[in-house]
């Protein structure tokens, strides 16, 4: 099995109240006890309003917190509702997922996606970038058009690309148990690799693969070495199964 640094991180999307610190504590516990883990990185991207507690409580060096989504203002502004990439950062954010099919349907565009990659790069939080196509693309054969398309017009080769890393998430996969084909699954991965290169002048950026990943599909992942890691939705909301997603993809 490889020993390339996987990253394993958890979307918890709209989910989670204090007391869901011990799913976080028992992931904790798990690596704790697990001895390799200089090959994994491990991250869970949790609500707002749970970010500053359990930045306090989590005193370990196993597991980053991330966020989700930002205004792309930076600092503070007159934007009711809104939080910046500046006041993440200062709660305990490490990471933030950008481009999030379910933020894009809500209306980031490429141009607002882009703002906001350069508010949270001027944080120096580490971006996972989503980008995936829908069915009916899909079905268009449109996929490396509309991959291209959302690397291209959001990213650029000015951004500090040892702060961003892909997740690939098919529209189509997200919470229905669909995942792509395996070969279909590498050739996308090769192609999102290439495209990046074009932009991060040959630089190599990970990327993750994220759609209905779960304990038992996991394994299914393990032939793609191209893969970096996964970004994982419902399936983090379990200790066990996240537990069980990253003791399966090294069985
Ligand atoms: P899922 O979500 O694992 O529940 O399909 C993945 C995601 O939306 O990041």
Known sequence: MTNKLKYFIGNWKMFGVFNSFKIINKINKYCYNSRNLHNKKIVLCVPNTLLDFFSKKLKSKYISLGSQSCHYHEGYGPFTGSVSAFMLKKIGSEYIILGHSENRREGDTYDLL??????????????????????????????????????????????????????????????????????????????????????????????????????????????????????????SQSSKKFIDIIKNYYK
């Open 114 to 235: 882009r703002k906001k990659v350069i508010s949270a790069l001027n944080q120096k939080l580490n971006i996972i970038f989503c980008i995936g196509e829908t069915l009916s693309e899909k079905n268009k054969k449109k996929t490396h058009n509309i991959l291209r398309k959302q690397i291209k017009d959001s990213l650029s080769k000015k951004f500090n690309y040892k702060k961003i890393i892909f997740a690939y998430e098919p529209v189509w996969s997200i919470g229905t148990n669909k995942i792509p084909k395996i070969n279909e699954l590498r050739e996308t991965i090769k192609f999102i690799k290439k495209e990046s290169k074009k932009i991060f002048k040959n630089k190599n950026l990970k990327v993750l693969y994220g759609g209905s990943v779960n304990p038992k599909n996991i394994r299914s992942f393990s032939s793609v070495a191209e893969i970096d890691g996964f970004l994982i939705g419902g399936a």
